[in-house]
């Protein structure tokens, strides 16, 4: 979650870095400071804003080529100025920042303390600085080899950022489990917790794999893994600009990724039909072994899970296999049943969300196949997968996924045709009338989009609403679910998703005049039904918007609020009817006066369990 930022090079280092932590600014903190290496070490930092930690600096003063940079999102510490990084050992010459967790560093904390170690924050960070700093008087290493040798001391997930004033010319950066990107530019690398912080400056990038360690100079950098021995991987091209990572005249960057949608689909599915047959960015496993695949298990968090609800019913309807979606921080602890004839789908936006990184990581130990579907190229993910198929959305700042869910559903519905192409369980003409619905959900996305204003009407009404559902049937219960997510995460009111069919279990009792009910319920096979549950709320009181299909006059008479997007078949409809649920909760937040990018408590990519 934290941002991290280093930068060594010709330039002045101190704007750089501050520039680079308002890029990762998306990823949620609640402090930050840096660490300018000049003669000697100069750090500040403030709980709060960057604007907090930009008032307190003289950058005349700071005027060193070598510095690091942080956001934090609190874990072990409360969010006050003592526990922002960068932390430093007791010299006041060597400064860490850090992304993660060091699951030990109680006992850690604990026996430097005892040996004379005087440590003044609350946070697992700080214990990485003194045991370096260890390293370096006891041992006489180099500032590398100290991190290398600590590093063996360390349990947990995380990714470091080390530089000292003894060695002012080099960043060292470790990577475990969480992200870390090397931009190599001109006379200048940087180091960063993710790519937006290196736009502009560069186009080159190396995503560090797991348990590498670089060493960052202004003339390049070199890669070792955790005990030295040289690596050579290959850089890879960014094509995201600058201005694709700016708001672009936009008031929010949510916004802005709202509209990009029909883009964004367009670019995933570029590209993905060769001689007539659907291909994958990477595939390293075998039609012949696809063939023999009895169940598919779906792993995924948050509204990624929402799309891997999506999957399941496109996957089991086009192959007929069964699948089990599963909320990826449970997955490996309830002990799946997997093995050679299953296959995982692996769905992350940045590619480096743990709980789902994991859950791939526990399929591929007991033997299941592995297909990543991530939005980052060179993730994590991406290179523990047997398959890869990127996303291809582009940078989405804000935090509320918008265009990334969309990618993703029509990606996993890829997915889910590429099974059925290897398998026979559909014949070519069927899958490319299926590639043609798909090939037109970006003109209808965008009718839908322009049903902006409707929405805006109708969240006026409702911006002090107490509690809001959302019901669905079949392809729009994970619509529901995921109007729901949107709405209580941007405006912080209380809102639930369910089947439609699960009202009169319990849910029903929430009714009562006046609450406002979201209903999808736009044209499929158990149409019917969800007009008997629209029924059901009404009688008892409830306003409902229903989301509806394009010149449905049925439905339309039971509501009270109606909008309309265009006609799309049932498994793919999901990518239509959501873009009036992103817009409500936009505009509901909006009408409340909340940041509809930096929601409170949240971040982007998740990167600690």
Not at 212 to 241: H, K, N
Not at 426 to 439: N, T, Y
Request: glycine share 8%.
């Amino acid at each position: 979650m934290c941002g991290i930022v280093g930068y060594v090079g010709r330039d002045q280092a101190l704007p750089i870095v501050l520039e680079g932590l308002r890029r990762l600014e998306y990823r949620g903190y609640d402090s930050a400071g840096v660490a300018i290496v000049d003669g000697g070490l100069t750090v500040a930092k403030r709980a709060g804003r960057l604007a907090d930690l930009e008032a307190v600096l003289e950058p005349s003063a700071l005027g060193g080529r070598l510095g690091v940079g942080h956001t934090r999102w609190a874990t072990h510490g409360a969010p006050t100025d003592r526990n922002a990084h960068p932390h430093v050992d007791c010299t006041g010459r060597l400064a860490v920042i850090h992304n993660g967790i060091i699951e030990n560093f109680q006992g850690l904390r604990a026996r430097l303390a005892k040996e004379g170690h005087e440590l003044a924050s609350e946070t697992d960070t700080e214990v990485v600085a003194h045991l370096i700093e260890e390293r370096l008087r006891a041992d006489g290493l180099g500032l590398a080899d100290a991190v290398r040798r600590t590093v063996r001391d360390l349990e947990g997930a995380y990714a470091l950022v080390v530089c000292s004033a003894d060695e002012p010319d080099l960043l060292v950066g470790v990577k475990v489990a969480s992200p870390l990107v090397v931009g190599l530019g001109d006379g200048e690398t940087i180091l960063a917790s993710d790519v937006p912080a290196v736009l502009g400056r560069t186009e080159r990038a190396i995503p560090l794999a797991e348990g590498q360690v670089v060493v960052a100079t202004a003339a390049g950098a070199s890669v070792t893994d955790l005990e030295g021995r040289r690596a050579r991987p290959r850089p890879i091209r960014i094509d995201w600009d600058v201005a694709r990572a700016q708001k672009g005249g936009y008031d929010s960057f949510m916004r802005k990724e709202i509209d990009e949608q029909p883009a964004a689909i367009r670019d995933t599915l570029v590209g993905r039909v060769v001689d007539g047959r659907i291909v994958l960015d990477e595939l390293r496993v075998s039609d012949d072994a696809l063939r023999e695949v009895t169940k598919v298990f779906v792993v995924a968090c948050g509204t990624a899970f929402h799309s891997g609800l999506v999957a399941k019913y496109a996957i089991e309807h086009w192959t007929r296999l069964p699948v089990e979606i599963e909320i990826a921080s449970e997955f490996r602890y309830r002990d799946p049943v997997l093995g050679p004839d299953t296959l995982t789908l692996a769905v992350s936006q940045s590619g480096e969300t743990i709980d789902t990184l994991e859950a791939a990581r526990h399929a591929r130990r007991q033997g299941s196949h592995l297909v990543a579907v991530t939005n980052t190229v060179g993730s994590s993910l991406a290179r523990e997968a047997d398959a890869v198929l990127y996303t291809h959305a582009g940078p989405e700042i804000g935090v509320a996924a918008t265009k990334t869910f969309a990618t993703q559903m029509v990606s996993q519905h890829l997915v889910a045709l590429y099974l059925a192409q290897a398998r026979g369980t559909k014949f070519p003409e069927e899958i490319a009338d299926v590639l043609a619905e798909l090939a037109a959900l970006p003109a209808k996305v965008q009718r839908a989009i322009g049903l902006d204003d409707r929405v805006r009407a109708i969240a006026e009404r409702y911006r002090d609403a107490r509690d809001v559902l959302f019901i669905g049937r079949h392809t729009g219960y994970p619509a529901a679910l995921e109007g729901a997510l949107k709405l209580k995460e941007l405006s912080y009111l209380h809102a639930e998703g369910y089947p439609a069919g699960e009202l009169k279990h319990g849910p029903i009792a929430l009714v009562e005049d006046g609450v406002p009910v979201v209903a999808v319920a736009t044209r499929c096979h158990v149409y019917p039904k969800m007009l008997s549950n629209i029924q059901e709320v009404k009688a008892r009181g409830a306003e409902v918007i229903a989301v509806v299909t394009e010149g449905d006059v049925e439905a339309a008479a039971l509501a009270d609020h109606v909008l309309e997007v265009p006609e799309t078949p049932e498994l793919l409809a999901p990518v239509v009817v959501t873009v009036p649920l992103q817009l409500l909760a936009y505009h509901i937040a909006r009408l409340r006066g909340l940041d509809v990018d930096r929601p409170r408590n949240l971040a982007k990519s998740v990167t600690v369990e």
